[in-house]
Structure formats: C-alpha cells, structure tokens
C-alpha cells in the first residue's frame, strides 16, 4: 500500500453533470499529480500541484480544474462531463525538494467514473 | 511526434522462465525511465527507475537495461511467477515529474 487514498472508488455520473474528486496524498509528500486513464490505455498526464499551485498541465480542457489543500490532499473537479470521460483517474503523490524535482511517484488505487 | 510504444499483444510464458518486455521511445531525450506494475482496477506501483548515464539495473527478480542510442528500454522478470502476472508500464519524464506512460503489456505467466 502506498498510503495514497483517493475517493469514490466508483461513481456514475450522466453527461453535462459535475465531478470532484479526492485525493489525500502520502504523509511528508508536497505534490499530488493527476492521471486518465481509459481503458487499455496508460494514464495521461492531467495536471500537477506543488505546494498549492498549479505546476503543469497534460492536453486537457479548461472544464478539468483542481485544487491542492494547505495539507497537501487534492481535488479533481471536472464540469460538463462527455461520455469520453469515462475512465480510471488517478492521483500520485511525492516529494519533490525543489519545483519540478525528480521523485517516486506514489500512485493511489483510483477512482472509477462512468459518463452515461 | 513523440510516442512511448509497448507491445499490445499480451506476453504468454510458463512459470520459471524469464520474461522480457519492450519499451521504445521516439522524440524524446529523458533523463531516465520508469517501469510500473498495474493490476487490473488499481494504480500502479513503481517498479524500477533507470538513468540515462546507467546501462543496467537489478532489483531482486527484475532487471531494466536502458540504451539511449537504440532509444529501447528492456524489462526483464527472471524465475517468473503466476504472481507476476499483470500489465507492466514503461514511463517517460520529460519534465517536472510528470510521467508520460506506454500503453502497456499484459504479461501472463502459467503454472
């Protein structure tokens, strides 16, 4: 276990509703990265907080926004969901020293959405 | 364009031998490379990280060569076991931790 935990585990939604997304990163660990994932796909890089503030971002639409917490855990907020939405969506925490600093990322279990 | 390419077909070997999974890469330059385990449903879990100035890397069981002028990553499972079985993830970091990944091969390894 990596003492990533994220929540739901599962959640339905239907098109044009919202979804946030939890993220609570590992003890000690300063920046959260979240990942899609579909099915038979790798994970893609969506965007990357580092104490707090936005750190980079993947090729992802503005309605996916996030949010990093004064004690590191994350959320995901995505609005007016596609059916393309659909997918395990994943967050990694790790320490970096630096902005941009090379560290193992620690990937949680992640959450299942279904866009119907 | 850049692409991390990984076998699509599931790799099928009997239990005991060794397994060899591919990772090649185009376009990019990292400065290392990561390999990841996923089992169906949850995250992956790091593996091995490998740097570009490093040829090899052993890890109990497992053993990742990197050869940057090939622009090929090989991952080795040696005495597999059906335990091994799972999908096997080759990552890129082309900058500020975040991971470009392969689509993955599934490995499955019989009793």
């Known amino acids: 276990e990596t003492g990533v935990t994220q929540s739901p585990t599962h959640l339905i939604k239907t098109r044009g509703q919202q979804v946030t997304l939890r993220c609570s990163s590992q003890?000690?660990?300063?920046?959260v990265s979240w990942y899609q994932q579909a099915l038979g796909q790798g994970p893609q890089f969506i965007f990357q907080?580092?104490?707090?503030?936005?750190?980079g971002r993947g090729n992802f639409p503005p309605r996916f926004s996030g949010l990093q917490f004064p004690n590191y855990s994350s959320e995901l907020n995505v609005n007016a969901l596609e059916l393309d939405d659909s997918a395990l969506y994943l967050c990694?925490?790790?320490?970096?020293?630096?902005?941009?600093?090379?560290?193992?990322?620690?990937f949680g279990p992640g959450t299942r959405l279904t866009v119907l | 364009s850049q692409k991390i390419e990984q076998n699509s077909e599931a790799l099928n070997i009997q239990e005991g031998k060794t397994a060899t999974l591919t990772c090649n890469y185009t376009n990019y330059s990292p400065a290392y490379l990561q390999w990841y385990r996923q089992d169906p449903g949850r995250g992956p879990v790091f593996l091995l990280l490998?740097?570009?100035?490093?040829k090899e890397k052993r890890k109990e069981r497992l053993k990742v060569t990197f050869d940057t002028t090939l622009k090929q990553s090989l991952f080795h499972i040696t005495a597999s076991q059906p335990a091994d079985s799972a999908t096997y993830l080759c990552?890129?970091?082309?900058?500020?931790?975040?991971?470009?990944f392969g689509t993955g091969t599934r490995l499955l390894v019989s009793p």
């Open positions: 990694a925490s790790s320490l970096a020293r630096v902005r941009g600093g090379t560290d193992t990322q620690y």
């Open positions: 003890s000690g660990h300063n920046t």
């Open positions: 907080y580092y104490r707090e503030e936005e750190n």
């Open positions: 490998i740097r570009e100035n490093e």
């Open positions: 990552a890129l970091e082309p900058g500020f931790q975040k991971l470009v």
